[in-house]
C-alpha cells in the first residue's frame, strides 16, 4: 500500500519526535502507556488498550505506542 505525502508527513512527525523527548519529559508518565501520533502525547493509560481507547486517532493513523518504564527499573 502506497503512502499518501500526508501520511508520510504524520509517519515522520511520530518517528521525529522519539529523538526529541527527554527522559525528564516522560518521568510523569512512567509505568503507563502513551500513545503519540504527530509529535503529540494523545493519551495515557495502565494498560496499552486503554490508552488505544482513549487515543481517538484519526482514521489509518500509525501512532506510536510506547510503555515508559519506571524509574527504578532495570533494563539490560
Not at 26 to 43: D, M, N, P, S, T
Not at 62 to 76: C, E, F, G, S, T
Amino acid at each position: 500500500m502506497r503512502l499518501t505525502a500526508e501520511q508520510e508527513k504524520a509517519d515522520e512527525e511520530t518517528a521525529d519526535w522519539f529523538y526529541r523527548v527527554s527522559e525528564d519529559d516522560l518521568a510523569a508518565y512512567a509505568g503507563k502507556w502513551i500513545v503519540q501520533y504527530r509529535g503529540e502525547i494523545l493519551a495515557v493509560g495502565r494498560t496499552e488498550d486503554a490508552a488505544l481507547r482513549r487515543a481517538k486517532l484519526p482514521k489509518g493513523a500509525a501512532p506510536l505506542v510506547y510503555w515508559v518504564p519506571p524509574p527504578d527499573l532495570i533494563l539490560l
